[in-house]
């Protein structure tokens, strides 16, 4: 197994009704919902 492989094998994305969760040696990394989101994309124009 290459050592890619292995980090791969300890990351690991799990679904839910609302969002994902995302884990590494099932430490929590990040937590997206609906309520929650991590990540926002919009769209518009940028003010200054």
Known sequence: MSTQSKHLSSVLIEKNIEGF???????LILRHSTENPCLWIGAG???H
């Open 45 to 47: 124009v940028a003010g």
């Open 21 to 27: 969760t995302l884990t590494y040696h099932q430490r």
